[in-house]
């Protein structure tokens, strides 16, 4: 099962980590602790219907949920989202303290690059993964610090904050193996990118209410927001339909679980 390849590569990489005991602790806390791996799963599924071979791809599949794991321990901090739990735990700040969880988070994204450093060529994917990163800060720096409250702002803080790893997996996994798809690649983990993220905004839309904040279910109302995930998510399946195999029928699948998902 891929969910369980990606899980042994992130524990070898792990228990290979030289760094100390407790930011390897902290790191491996936040990295191995059994989410979806919905970012690597595309890359490599990406990866595998353009015909490419997973035992290249997995380090990079790894280095782009490092990066997403890094991410989720600075969003917890209480300087950014102050969220006291993290996919049924403790935060990674409550579980080790602060100044340790930054660290760890630090630590993530470096050893991200250091594994994309140690794989020959591919400089492409690489650089797709690293942009991607630098677009998911840039997208949580203006939902830290925009106050407008319309659609145009809506749109460009989740294309970054959460569609930007998104079109970095697809994008990686076509430049892995088929790099005349990459810009096709490109639309397609946009596409899935906006409808993760309708789909957490209509989960979350009571909570988002009482709080105040923007998202697609608040501005445009429940029933819109569906409309709109049904759209995203036909788009996505038109991509695809010219894809067969193994590999494009659980990506369709992932598209049908994105969008009725309750976790």
Partial sequence: MMQGRIEQALQAYMDADPSAPL??????YSLLDG????????LLLVNAILGGSE???MPFACALEMVHC????????????DDAMR?????????FGEGNAILAGDGLLTKAGLLLMQQDGHDAAKRAIFEGAYAMVSGQSDDLNETEQNGETLERIHRNKTGALFVAA???????SDPEKAEEMRVFGETLGLLFQMTDDLLDE???????????????GADE???FIRDAAERANAILAPYTGEAADTLRELITTLRSRTF
């Fill in 55 to 57: 035992e290249t791809a």
């Fill in 170 to 176: 697809c994008t990686a996994g076509a430049y892995l």
């Fill in 225 to 227: 927001t569906r409309v």
């Fill in 206 to 220: 009571a909570q988002d209410r009482r709080e105040g904040k923007l998202s697609y279910a608040t501005l445009y």
């Fill in 87 to 95: 996919r049924g735990k403790p935060s990674s700040h409550i579980r």
């Fill in 70 to 81: 890094y991410s989720l321990i600075h969003d917890d901090l209480p300087a950014m989202d």
């Fill in 35 to 42: 989410g979806k791996r919905v970012r690597p799963r595309l």
């Fill in 23 to 28: 930011l390897r602790e902290s790191m491996a």
